[in-house]
T-cell receptor
Framework: KAGVTQTPRYLIKTRGQQVTLSCSPI?????VSWYQQTPGQGLQFLFE???????NKGNFPGRFSGRQFSNSRSEMNVSTLELGDSALYLC??????????FGPGTRLTVT | DAKTTQPPSMDCAEGRAANLPCNHS???????VYWYRQIHSQGPQYIIH???NNETNEMASLIITEDRKSSTLILPHATLRDTAVYYC????????????FGAGTTVTVRA
């Protein structure tokens, strides 16, 4: 069974630009969550999507947004990038018994 | 407001069992114990979870004390690829939608 895939794996952007990250969950999983991980703050929840609807949201500014498509694939977008947005962005796909499986992450560097 | 306590680090010899302790003395009746691990620069990997009975899967065994105030994750035959940070968390499945990791235990498997 294929795992969670995230693209791209690495990204370098400049302050003020925007970025879109993509996540394909495990087949059959309808819930996708996004996290930001940094050495200082650890794992921080961004949002969760289920059946194309945002079901839960973390404490991040409106520059961070996401969406989910009918095939459960999800994207997250960060606009007006700041240096502090440099992080590992993780997508997690959740099955019916609430086991979360993470993708390899997208390493975003903002310069 | 950490709900679990883990030792910061431990070493293990390759081929031997690794026993990772976790204290969760304030665990409530409907909270499960979950274990994840994260190999450097990769996404977290779900290992196992349990409520009160001991659990085993292809990766590890989870032993939960009768009072549920502590647990031990057992990697039966540690390999160098098991070197990672291991996180123990408690959560209510299908209710606690976001994961929050503490500092975890850095496990180093030595040849």
């Amino acid at each position: 069974k294929a795992g969670v895939t995230q693209t791209p794996r690495y990204l370098i952007k400049t302050r003020g630009q925007q970025v879109t990250l993509s996540c394909s969950p495990i087949s059959g999983h309808r819930s996708v969550s996004w996290y930001q991980q940094t050495p200082g703050q650890g794992l921080q929840f961004l949002f969760e999507y289920f059946s194309e609807t945002q079901r839960n949201k973390g404490n991040f500014p409106g520059r961070f947004s996401g969406r989910q498509f009918s095939n459960s694939r999800s994207e997250m977008n960060v606009s007006t990038l700041e240096l502090g947005d440099s992080a590992l962005y993780l997508c997690a796909s959740t099955n019916r018994v609430d086991e979360q499986y993470f993708g390899p992450g997208t390493r975003l560097t903002v310069t | 407001d950490a709900k679990t306590t883990q030792p910061p680090s431990m070493d293990c010899a390759e081929g031997r069992a690794a026993n990772l302790p976790c204290n969760h003395s304030t665990i409530s009746g409907n909270e499960y114990v979950y274990w994840y691990r994260q190999i450097h620069s990769q996404g977290p990997q779900y290992i196992i979870h349990g409520l009160k009975n001991n659990e085993t899967n292809e990766m590890a065994s989870l032993i939960i004390t009768e009072d549920r105030k502590s647990s031990t994750l057992i990697l039966p035959h540690a390999t160098l690829r098991d070197t990672a940070v291991y996180y123990c968390i408690v959560r209510v499945p299908l209710r606690d939608y976001k994961l929050s990791f503490g500092a975890g235990t850095t496990v180093t498997v030595r040849a």
